[in-house]
């Protein structure tokens, strides 16, 4: 699952296709994946037919909405949603650097994890460039709470998530994942969870114009006796969490970089990952930008060294 790049960016061999229905608008979507240079960062490249109708980088500075999904763009047409677990996929194997082509306002669901998207990387292959990687290192607590809700980064020696839930549900309650992400425990841990929904919301969703593509082949349906509808059962004892853990990877991707440092979170969803992350990035004090030395220089393993910020602030274009 992804590749040891000692600390150089990555992207992807050649080009890879999927296509998919989009779970929010119904619509069918071609998605193509292509490499692209060092330095390029994750672009979204939207076309209607052959014309092409936006371009966006995958920068916090671009979210827009973040009420069902992680939307990039500020008006309707001119935008791309549903990014997080394409996101996440692309952040938790590693990769730095693609170019995406799409031909609709949405990403695929596929089976409303992050699975489908690194089978399609690992098709093609995920290769090392030239150029080191940054990473955004946290340096002090920064903490967003919003209700009952809270988030928070906290300096770490590594890449830690520690995520809780609580649901009114007998079949939720309150869940944790803890861990370390890495290529290896991405993809064993987190990766397969599915997007999940209470069938109660179901009506709601439709009339409001959302939810369209949803199936029982891209989420996990809870009834209103609290079982899951799907035959297949769940994929994790604990998928819920697990599914929350990923979309908290995948927004935090939008940083423009893969940061050091932990981030906890109860009770958090699209919007409150967002506002952490704005208040990270808003505080110049509270990380700073390192990347790590060339083996031949490094006096001790997993050493970091700190480089100008302005030369590499993607998150702010």
Partial sequence: M????????????????????????????????????ADTGIVFNRYDGE???????????????????TLLGK?????????????????G?????????????????????AMPFIDAFESVGIVALAEKRRYIRVVKPVRMEMGGSWAEFI???GTRFEIDIDFNTPLIGRQSWKGEITPETFGKELARARTF????????????????????????????DHTVINIEGLRYTDEFVRHKALDAVGDLALAGAQFIGCYRSYRGGHKLNALA?????????????????????????????????????????
Wanted: hydrophobic fraction near 45%.
């Fill in 75 to 91: 008006a309707p047409d001119r935008s791309v949603g549903t990014v997080e677990h394409l996101m996440a996929a692309l952040s």
């Fill in 2 to 37: 992804g590749i040891d790049v000692n600390g150089y960016q990555a992207t992807i061999a050649r080009s890879v296709s999927l296509t998919g229905v989009g779970v929010h608008s119904g619509d069918n979507v071609s998605i193509t994946f292509n490499p692209a240079e």
């Fill in 197 to 224: 929904g209470f069938m109660r919301d179901v009506e709601h969703l439709w009339a409001s114009g959302h939810a369209l593509g949803s199936s029982l082949e891209n989420s996990v349906v809870i009834a209103d």
């Fill in 51 to 69: 014309e092409l109708v936006m371009s966006v980088r995958a920068v916090s500075s671009q979210v827009g909405s973040t009420d069902l999904c």
């Fill in 155 to 157: 300096p770490h020696d």
């Fill in 277 to 317: 992350l704005r208040a990270l990035l808003a505080d110049s004090s509270a990380y700073e930008i390192v990347e790590k030395p060339a083996r031949r220089s490094a006096s001790r393993h997993g050493e970091l060294v700190a480089v100008s910020a302005p030369a590499f602030a993607p998150w702010l274009n």
């Fill in 93 to 113: 194997v590693g990769i730095d650097n693609v170019s995406i082509d799409i031909d609709a306002g949405e990403v695929p669901i596929m089976d409303g994890s």
